[in-house]
């Protein structure tokens, strides 16, 4: 198994890896961020077999860490919560990971639960639960629209005020950044990140992807822009990456109307699921999802700590 540095060459390869993948990215990170963008190359490196691409980031720089979201053979390496269920093939696939590196695997609670003999024969242990948000997207936005948790009278009050939903790709990528840094600094406090994302990395994904895959959408009132998203689809999974709103708008139910467009935008797609991601142990963030009619799920965050020596690594060029 070949250990290389993860150099612009080997994005086209990756990019295939990503959008040919059944899953939509994790709700802890999609792989956009964690592989193909510039911040984290010169950090990043690839084991290459088989036809997996299994990328991993130094970490202290001793130590390996397997990066958030790496997609191989159907499935995402820190994303399996899209599959529907553990078969013999997934169990291979994991079995035949790289043993000299750290793994964190994050996997729907339910296929740990009943599996953790299996799990603990694979080295995997359960570190911690995180909980996320989904939506199970209709046939029909009627269909969804009539659900019973579904706040449709913020979504009319948005409507009746005049807001409408703009969707496109990096010509939006600006005016949805400025919504984005309000939401950073209001939430600075409560947020894991010590710094917000840069507008170049953000331009970067809108260029790495194709049109069909990330999408940014922005609320406009009176031809100012006050909320957006960036979410990106596959091919029956959608999933919420990154949105901002201007506070002071609040009263004016942007972000209703906002996610209501999304899965309308996504109904027309195709697809099954829209992954609101975590929601920081936030209350009142999670009290809004699910006025969008989503559900609270958990997801395990399992680990395999074997620590391998990066000089011997990079020595070797290669793993067992």
Request: overall charge positive.
């Amino acid at each position: 198994m070949q250990l290389l540095p993860f150099t612009e060459e080997l994005v086209p390869l990756w990019q295939q890896a990503v959008d040919n993948t059944d899953c939509s990215p994790s709700p802890l990170g999609g792989p956009e961020f964690n592989s193909t963008t510039i911040r984290g190359w010169g950090k990043t490196f690839v084991f290459m077999a088989n036809g997996l691409m299994i990328p991993v980031a130094r970490s202290e720089t001793t130590h390996f860490r397997m990066v958030k979201s790496a997609v191989y053979t159907g499935v995402s390496v820190n994303s399996l919560l899209g599959i529907t269920q553990m078969n013999d093939q997934v169990w291979t696939d994991l079995a035949r990971l790289p043993r000299r590196c750290v793994i964190l695997l994050d996997i729907p609670e339910e296929h740990y639960c009943g599996n953790e003999e299996k799990w603990q024969a694979l080295d995997f242990h359960p570190s911690e639960r995180i909980a996320y948000h989904k939506i199970d997207v209709p046939a029909s936005y009627d269909e969804w629209f009539s659900r019973p948790n579904v706040k449709r009278y913020n979504v009319r009050a948005a409507q009746r005020k005049g807001l409408t939903v703009t969707f496109g790709g990096a010509e939006l990528s600006e005016s949805f950044y400025q919504v984005y840094l309000l939401s950073y600094s209001r939430w600075k406090d409560r947020q894991t990140a010590s710094k917000p994302h840069s507008l170049a990395r953000i331009q970067r994904l809108m260029e790495m992807l194709p049109d069909s895959l990330a999408r940014i959408a922005t609320v406009n009132h009176e031809g100012q822009v006050i909320a957006g998203a960036i979410f990106s689809h596959y091919h029956r999974t959608g999933g919420y990456l990154y949105g901002g709103i201007d506070y002071a708008f609040r009263e004016l139910k942007a972000n209703n109307l906002l996610h209501a467009e999304i899965i309308r935008y996504l109904i027309d797609k195709g697809v099954s699921e829209y992954n609101l991601g975590t929601s920081l142990n936030l209350k009142d963030l999670e009290h809004f999802k699910e006025t969008l009619g989503a559900s609270r799920h958990l997801s395990v965050t399992l680990c395999r700590d074997r620590f391998p020596r990066l000089k011997r690594l990079l020595h070797k060029g290669s793993v067992s």
